[in-house]
């Protein structure tokens, strides 16, 4: 697992802290906060990223990578599709979310899942990935790009990769309440509002389409795929 390179402590927190690593150091604690609540969002999402990870086309065998896991909502999916000879790595920076994680781990018995506490836009893997999924987390990391750029250097080539975010009202009346959404989701979730998930996508992945909207379009479903030629 990779630290990031700044004066972060182990523990997560800022001694001569930069801009990212203040955003990370507000996730953690928002995330920790929230880590008892996310069972609603699990529940509100499921029929969401269950028709992601469909996109994926995972098989038998596969490995797959899980940004920005919570508390795992989307492990018991993905082990069904690779079974007991993939592997499932997961990744969040929330202490109580890799703990909540870990904790649905051991409860089912699955010895093929991994979590590991890290910031997305940093962590390295020895091994590449066959898919990548990312359920409403890449909006929120520090820098975007930087993390969708982080993912795809570790997926093989022709590998897909499912993200599930939210956003402002993209067009339309309700546009007007976008200031409002945006404060809201500055607290309740580290919303970051430089970032642009789906642009950062497109311009990374050699494919990217936006397959669906839904919560009045705040909510959108992304599948990308990686070039299927060449190792970068």
């Known amino acids: 697992m990779a630290s990031r390179t700044s004066n972060a402590t182990a523990e997560g927190e800022p001694t001569d ?11 953690r604690r928002m995330w920790d906060r929230w880590s008892d609540y996310y069972r609603l969002s699990e529940r509100d999402f499921e029929p969401m990223r269950e028709a992601a990870i469909d996109e994926l086309g995972l098989e038998s065998g596969d490995r797959v990578l899980d940004v920005g896991c919570g508390p795992g909502v989307n492990f018991e999916r993905i082990r069904h599709d ?9 990744v969040d920076y929330s202490p109580e979310m890799v703990e909540k994680a870990r904790d649905r781990i051991d409860r089912h018995g699955w010895d093929n899942v991994e979590v590991r ?9 020895e091994e590449r990935f066959d898919a990548a999924v990312a359920t409403l987390s890449m909006s929120v990391m520090p820098d975007v790009r930087e ?4 993912v795809h250097r570790h997926l093989g080539p022709g590998a897909p990769l499912a993200v599930i975010d939210i956003g402002p ?16 989701l500055r607290w309740y979730a580290n919303w970051n509002p430089d970032g642009d998930v789906p642009a950062s996508v497109a311009a990374v992945f050699a494919e990217s389409e936006l397959v669906d909207r839904f919560f009045l379009e705040t909510c959108y479903t992304i599948i990308a795929r990686k070039a299927d030629v060449g190792g970068d």
């Open 147 to 150: 993390a969708v750029e982080n």
């Open 17 to 27: 802290s930069t801009p990212d690593d203040d955003h990370l150091e507000r996730s």
């Open 169 to 184: 009202v993209p067009e339309g009346p309700a546009r007007i309440a976008n200031p409002f959404l945006r404060r809201f």
């Open 117 to 125: 506490r890290a910031d997305a836009t940093t962590v390295e893997f």
């Open 82 to 90: 690779v079974g007991g000879d993939g592997t499932v790595v997961a």
